[in-house]
């Protein structure tokens, strides 16, 4: 019988002690399918999930899909916690160590609180191992312990640096796309803002962004669950912004950027599809069009009025249809699995920016009211 325990004990030890090495400290991605933090927000998630579905779609269920990801975290540290306390704490009563205890015989509740602090390196002395073997199983707990909420300690700043890095380009897409961001405003607002000769360096940020998303999202999956600070953001919505302005530009426009929009198109899309392939969320055919013909007609005419160059219609339509659906399906399926809205490509209606939008700008009449696209160098010399 203490055969079975003895391995059982280690096994879990290791188990737990693998899956946080590969959740906290291996920055490449874990393929094999047994894992327990992968098992962990597979079923935490759904629960959560569930009762999100309950709720309006609105400021009260972001709030509360937001609490999921560092709340998660956390739920994930106790679990590998408990779990270690509980396999040396298995592993004493296995091996029958010989205690010094308050209570005249060892109970399994002695050999648990005798791993609890020791994990935690508390030192209270009331329960003492006795012989040698108990001594250094004493001493190697305290080590892990030690090194374990060490690891854990400085997981979180490098966790939530990836985090900022990602908000603070969405961010800045407030002013240039919308809330939520769009392919139509991103593209009219520069063009209206004669700024077309900046759509490289726009576009290179853009790949550059998707790279990191996709670095970031791959060695922290848990970043998939953090939202953004506003309700219409997030890191699945400027993806697809950004998805749906590079599918414009080549399908649509006569652009020196095409290149360029090949690129970070490329970049984009690699993100979206390894994402949805490490999430286990397969691809599937969106329930509705993002861009029906009506829809498309005022995309084009938005675009000629801004004063660029479009292609002939035809043939463009076949294009950008092949486009959307190299991404499309993958970006659906993420927007369900994490109740992400995706963007439309064109705005239903001139809805002011997040920055327009403010409690104190709602006190001053008129001072939200500027369109970004009409204010003029001058203003600022």
């Known amino acids: 019988m203490w055969i079975i325990g003895t391995l059982t004990s280690l096994t879990l030890i290791v188990l737990l002690l693998v899956d946080a090495f590969e959740t906290i400290l291996q920055p490449r991605r874990v393929t094999h399918r047994f894992r327990f933090a992968r098992l962990f927000y597979r079923n935490t998630w759904k629960l959560w999930r569930a009762v999100g579905l309950w709720m309006r779609p609105g400021k009260r269920r972001e709030a509360y899909l937001s609490i999921f990801g ?46 609890g602090t020791t994990f935690f390196t508390l030192g209270y002395g009331d329960v003492i191992p006795m012989t040698a073997l108990g001594r250094g199983l004493t001493v190697a707990e305290a080590g892990l312990g030690f090194a374990f909420l060490a690891v854990t300690i400085g997981y979180l700043p490098v966790l939530y640096q990836a985090f900022s890095r990602r908000e603070v380009t969405i961010s800045l897409l407030d002013a240039r796309g919308g809330s939520p961001p769009s392919a139509a405003q991103i593209l009219v607002r520069l063009a209206r803002a004669g700024n077309l000769v900046t759509l490289d360096s726009f576009l290179v940020e853009w790949e550059r962004w998707s790279a990191e998303l996709l670095e970031s999202h791959l060695s922290f999956p848990v970043l998939s669950y953090f939202r953004s600070q506003h ?74 009025q801004a004063g660029l160059d479009l292609h002939a219609e035809a043939g463009t339509d076949a294009r950008l249809t092949e486009l959307r659906g190299m991404y499309e399906p993958f970006l659906g399926a993420l927007a369900r699995r994490f109740l992400f809205a995706l963007p439309p490509f064109v705005p239903d209606n001139d809805m002011p920016d997040n920055w327009q939008r403010s409690a104190w700008m709602n006190r001053t009449p008129g001072i939200g009211s500027l369109p970004l696209a009409s204010v003029d160098d001058a203003h600022f010399e």
């Not at 396999?87 to 091996?95: E, T």
Request: charge should be neutral.
């Open 70 to 115: 560092p709340l998660s975290l956390l739920g994930l540290f106790a679990t590998w916690v408990i779990g270690l306390i509980l396999g040396f704490g298995l592993l004493h009563a296995s091996l029958g160590s010989a205690v010094a205890a308050p209570e005249e015989r060892a109970t399994f509740l002695t050999y648990l609180y005798l791993s």
């Open 231 to 304: 309700d219409n953001q997030s890191w699945l919505a400027a993806l697809a912004s950004m998805l749906d302005t590079c599918a414009v530009l080549i399908a649509e426009v006569k652009s020196q950027s095409s290149y360029q929009a090949q690129l970070t198109f490329a970049m984009a899309r690699h993100a979206a599809v390894d994402l949805a392939l490490v999430l286990k969320t397969p691809p599937s055919v969106p329930a509705a069009d993002r861009l029906p013909d009506h829809e498309r007609q005022r995309l084009r005419a938005q675009l000629r």
